[in-house]
């Protein structure tokens, strides 16, 4: 406190000291002839040579800074649409960069030039409709031109994606990422943010016995219905008003969820369940190099983004409904590591919308494998999911063991013997094919059609 | 309602009786008064403004590291051994922006110049109502104390980002911030859209009833128009951001569910569906995209006035200004979603809005090259006003420049919320605006306070200024280029994937903050001078910049009812700078053509 006032009593004393000398000055300028708003030739010739002089600095200052981080950090694009954006960004520099030169070159240059000499008159120059044509009709044309590329890639990047693109779904909450892979059938199994149970169902995903388990937790779980009534009319305990109220508020509410809840379970077809049941999670996205993927986000609390800065690829994570983007990943983590000469690059999800004090710090890393890889670590995955609950660590990748684990695979058999050895074109009839292997032969038909079904 | 506020407003009964303090200074219901209130107070929250500013760019080139200026400002509640905490972090950034959107650059530099010079330039003896007016000011004060208030609070202020997108605004439990914080700035930000409409409906309303007989809406200075744009988009705008905060204010205390769906903070499962947190953005950018207009166009008519007189030329291609800026008035309220190309809006709407954003770029463009023809041949005069405005053409430039980028939607998925962003909407509006204030302080001082400024000190604050201002943004849009995210507290995440970005970012990051901190102690230059020549300033001349608006033709010492005589009566455009035949090189407008002399 006592720091603060004498900082406080030097500044105070600095501005008097300040005034003081100020007036001393002007007390000594009145002594000239020049009145205060009047300015001198002197000045006026002074802030012309500083307008040219700070023309070259700001060149000067704009070029090193071109020339020495310019392309540092961006990095060349990791994905296949990333090199088109990067030409279309490169091509709008080119043009903006020549219309910040020539007309802070025009404005510097005339405020040098056209300082005022004494004798020389202003020339009168009220307007000249040509040249403003020139200037209207000019920008026009180079927009149009801007508009017209920067539409189509716009329309390219945000197209549907193609058949044989990968199924994942991206769930963001404060402050991390998680990842669901579509399994084996590349469907992803429904959801409800109603279902939600923090260890066994993260990510709320919507099946007949997870359903049961949100309502069985919500009826008798700690914190739940009964839970709760027990507490409000327990006549042994002494609970304060803001207590009591808090309690009602988590009642009032859990008893509206349970009311939908059960809606859920009427409505329920557990036909569905097989899409969910060869769902796979994992805490690092690993991709395949030159595999199309279909992102689709999920938010579980405030809005998120998920930006990937090397595949050129943004979509914001909004609570209460599904974005999503697709890209095509053309290099391998190994590649560009060579490419950049950088051991320990890596690619990675960043978060890119304010979502709370821990926003900088909520990230995913991503992984690009070799096809041959990739089917290895699919495999894997997807095995470990389907050897009921079996957990499986896969020390290569630091992936951890998804936490996942309903014991609803129990017919799930040699799903993805056929990955290995078959082509990469084959990818589709690969797809369909494991789904026919799958397939409880009960239910065969539901499954064929069950392909192009949406899955929510 | 216009009508009968003129009818019941006599003028001339207002110059006899004495007023006392409270009236004259305080509760003054007087247009020159009740600018200079809201000069003070801009000045003051600008202060505030740019001292939050300077805290976290203290973190952000160093972070982590201990700093005595920070505990100075923060104590140990918000940095815990001279450390910034995480969620103060975004609370700066919060409030930063809010004041320098909302209280300087709107309430201040409309507020201010607005109410100053709409009466005075269009030959009005007042404002059309002086009360609104004086409700417009002290609605302004009261929510600029809220939203200072709210630096205080125990939950520290809001911290959702000045755009304060719901959900996360909308929780308590998601931040600290939107607890308390950010009621008070919903309660600020509903009084100041208030304030605000109550001041754009009086300039509406002076402007098109009270001009002097003469002036044709065709002989307004460009400053008229500009502020009578500024005060449309206004009052079309602002009421859809009260809309927003309302709802937003209902999601928080009545439990509705407009901005919120399926959503568990904290453990916690809301029963809240079917609310969309699109909607609000939707809302809000319908204001904000507009605003940015709100800000810029009031700055670039200060700066078209100033640049013709200290040219001493015409502004160049008159109609054409007034054209290029009611087409970017209309063309900002169809542009508002290129501020979501990737929120999961449609993409096939996102191609729509390129379209219109970037046909903004024309009118603009037109101004720009507008104002360098004015400069081209003339014979100009460095008073720092001039050297202010010439800064803001060659900002709005080099900000403008870069909108291109940010308005391509394909481009804009790379570089949508990086320091990019930040780096063009403060090079675009902050700066432009912020020079735009400058020269207009510089050049209507002596019409507020009949005194002229020193201007050995204005040039050393616009040099310092323009210097710092360039060495902190166009870096800054390098650290955007590589991808940085804006409101990050810091970048260790980096350096789990990328050293080299990181050691660029870093490298970059100590620059700009060194040139914030020249910057900064630069506008204390300006802060002496400006204090130091309201009381001790050398006494202006009637007409110290020889120039044709008619606020010039009124005394230097401030009356009720501005002209001592009858209201003087327009012959002419204001722009008759350097005519051919003239004596001079300025003729004021109210001064009668001669005979056989063309208009322009």
Redesign the interface.
């Known amino acids: 406190m006592v720091?603060?006032l004498i900082?406080l009593l030097v500044i105070v004393l600095g501005?008097i000291a300040?005034?003081q000398l100020?007036?001393v000055h002007?007390l000594s300028s009145k002594l000239g002839e020049q009145?205060?708003?009047e300015?001198s030739n002197r000045?006026?010739r002074?802030?012309?040579s500083?307008?040219l002089v700070?023309m070259i600095?700001?060149f000067g200052?704009?070029i090193w800074?071109m020339l020495t981080?310019?392309?540092?950090?961006?990095?060349e694009a990791a994905s296949v649409h990333g090199h088109e954006?990067d030409w279309?960004?490169n091509l709008?520099?080119v043009?903006?960069?020549a219309?910040?030169f020539l007309?802070?070159f025009?404005?510097?240059w005339?405020?040098y030039k056209?300082?005022?000499?004494p004798g020389?008159?202003?020339?009168?120059?009220?307007?000249?409709n040509k040249?403003?044509m020139v200037?209207?009709v000019i920008?026009?044309v180079v927009?149009a031109v801007?508009?017209i590329f920067?539409?189509k890639?716009?329309?390219s990047?945000?197209s549907e994606s193609g058949k044989e693109a990968v199924n994942i779904e991206v769930f963001g909450y404060?402050f991390a990422w998680q990842a669901r892979y579509a399994g084996a059938d590349n469907q992803l199994g429904k959801f409800?943010?109603?279902l939600?149970q923090?260890e066994k169902n993260p990510l709320a995903v919507m099946t007949g016995e997870s359903i049961q388990l949100a309502i069985d937790s919500m009826e008798m779980g700690l914190g739940g219905i009964a839970w709760l009534e027990d507490k409000l009319n327990d006549r042994d305990i002494m609970l304060t008003p803001d207590e009591r109220a808090a309690y009602d508020k988590d009642l009032n509410?859990k008893e509206?969820?349970i009311r939908l809840l059960y809606q859920m379970r009427q409505s329920h077809d557990a036909k569905l369940d097989k899409y969910a049941a060869d769902d796979f999670f994992a805490d690092t996205l690993v991709l395949c190099v030159d595999q199309e993927y279909e992102f689709s986000f999920r938010s579980?609390?405030?809005?998120h983004?998920a930006?990937f800065?090397h595949f050129?690829?943004?979509?914001?994570v909004?609570?209460?409904?599904t974005?999503r983007l697709k890209f095509t990943p053309d290099k391998t983590t190994v590649e560009m590591r060579k490419s950049?000469g950088?051991d320990?690059?890596?690619?990675?999800l960043?978060?890119?919308?304010?979502?709370?004090?821990?926003?900088?710090?909520m990230?995913m890393?991503v992984k690009v494998l070799e096809k041959t890889e990739y089917d290895v670590w699919f495999k894997s995955k997807s095995e470990g999911v389907l050897s009921a609950g079996a957990t499986m660590k896969d020390p290569a990748w630091d992936i951890e063991p998804a936490t996942f684990d309903y014991k609803f695979h129990k017919t799930a058999a040699e799903p993805v013997e056929a990955v290995e050895g078959e082509e990469l074109d084959g990818d589709e009839e690969l797809v369909e094919g494991q789904e026919q292997e799958e397939a409880d032969p009960t239910d065969g038909n539901e499954q064929a059609e069950g392909h192009d079904a949406p899955a929510v | 309602m216009a009508a009968v506020a003129i009818d019941g407003h006599g003028h001339d009964d207002h110059g006899h009786h004495e007023e006392s303090f409270v009236s004259k200074y305080i509760f003054s219901q007087d247009h020159k008064m009740i600018g200079k209130q809201f000069l003070m107070t801009a000045v003051f929250m600008g202060v505030v403004a740019m001292i939050l500013s300077i805290l976290f760019r203290v973190q952000l080139a160093w972070p982590g590291e201990s700093s005595d200026f920070l505990s100075f400002f923060l104590g140990e509640q918000w940095a815990p051994g001279g450390v910034l905490s995480e969620d103060m972090y975004l609370g700066l950034v919060t409030i930063h922006g809010t004041i320098m959107v909302f209280f300087l650059l709107t309430g201040g530099l409309s507020g201010t110049f607005s109410n100053l010079l709409i009466p005075l330039q269009v030959g009005a003896r007042d404002m059309a109502s002086g009360f609104l007016n004086m409700l417009s000011y002290w609605f302004f004060f009261i929510s600029a104390m809220i939203m200072f208030g709210s630096l205080f609070v125990e939950t520290g202020p809001a911290m959702a980002g000045w755009t304060i997108y719901p959900p996360l605004s909308a929780l308590p439990q998601a931040i600290s911030g939107s607890g308390l914080g950010m009621t008070l700035w919903l309660f600020s930000m509903a009084i100041f859209i208030a304030s605000s409409l109550l001041g754009s409906l009086n300039y509406i309303v002076t402007i098109l009833n009270l001009r002097t007989s003469g002036m044709s809406m065709t002989r307004l200075p460009l400053t008229i128009w500009a502020f009578f744009i500024t005060a449309i988009l206004g009052v079309l705008s602002f009421p859809v951001l009260l809309s927003a905060a309302l709802l937003l204010l209902m999601d928080r205390m009545a439990g509705t569910s407009f901005f919120l769906s399926d959503i568990i903070i904290q453990g916690e499962m809301l029963t809240n569906h079917g609310g969309s947190p699109l909607l609000y953005q939707h809302l809000f950018w319908f204001l904000g995209h507009p605003e940015v207009y709100i800000v810029l166009l009031p700055a670039l008519g200060l700066s078209s006035e100033i640049i013709s007189t200290n040219s001493r030329k015409p502004i160049f291609g008159y109609r054409a200004m007034i054209g290029s800026m009611l087409a970017i008035g209309f063309l900002s309220f169809i542009v508002w979603a290129h501020h979501m190309f990737v929120t999961g809006m449609n993409p096939f709407l996102g191609s729509v809005f390129v379209f219109t954003t970037l046909l903004i770029a024309i009118p603009s463009a037109v101004k720009a090259f507008n104002y360098i023809t004015t400069l081209w041949k003339g014979s100009i005069v460095f008073a720092p006003a001039m050297l202010f405005a010439i800064g803001l053409v060659s900002t709005f430039i080099t900000g403008g420049v870069t909108g291109i980028i940010l308005a391509d939607a394909a481009l804009d998925i790379t570089t949508h919320d990086t320091y990019f962003v930040v780096a063009h909407f403060h090079v675009v509006m902050g700066l432009s605006a912020v020079f735009g204030m400058y020269a207009g302080v510089y050049h209507w001082f002596p019409k507020m306070f009949g005194k002229v400024m020193n201007s050995k000190l204005g040039y050393a604050h616009f040099w310092i200024t323009i210097v710092g201002a360039y060495g902190v943004f166009f870096p800054m849009h390098f650290v955007g280029l590589a991808g940085a995210p804006r409101r990050y507290y810091d970048y260790s995440v980096y350096s789990e994937f990328d050293k080299e970005s990181l050691a660029m970012q870093m490298d970059l990051n100590v620059i700009i903050t060194v040139f914030a901190i020249m910057a900064a102690l630069g506008q204390f230059i300006f802060l002496f001078n400006f204090f130091y020549s309201i009381f001790r300033g050398p006494k202006a001349p009637q007409n110290p910049w020889k120039s044709n608006t008619l606020e010039w033709t009124t005394p230097v010492e401030h009356v009720h009812g501005n002209w001592p005589g009858e209201l003087p009566t327009v012959h002419r455009w204001p722009y008759d700078y350097s005519k051919p035949g003239a004596e001079e090189d300025f003729i004021p407008q109210n001064v009668p053509l001669v005979e056989g002399e063309e208009e322009h």
């Open positions: 720091t603060k900082i501005v300040a005034a100020m007036r002007e009145k205060e708003h300015i000045d006026n002074w802030n012309a500083m307008m700070f600095v700001l200052g704009f800074l981080y310019g392309w540092v950090g961006r990095g954006l279309l960004l709008n520099f043009i903006i960069i219309v910040f007309t802070n025009l404005l510097f005339f405020a056209y300082v005022k000499k020389v008159p202003a020339f009168y120059y009220p307007h000249n040249l403003e200037w209207t920008p026009a927009l801007i508009i920067g539409l890639s716009w329309n990047v945000t404060q409800d943010y109603k939600t923090d509410a509206k969820l579980k609390d405030v809005i983004s930006y800065p050129r690829s943004q979509m914001n909004v609570p209460g409904m974005t950049r950088v320990d690059f890596e690619y990675v960043l978060c890119n919308k304010i979502c709370g004090g821990s926003h900088y710090k990230k890393m």
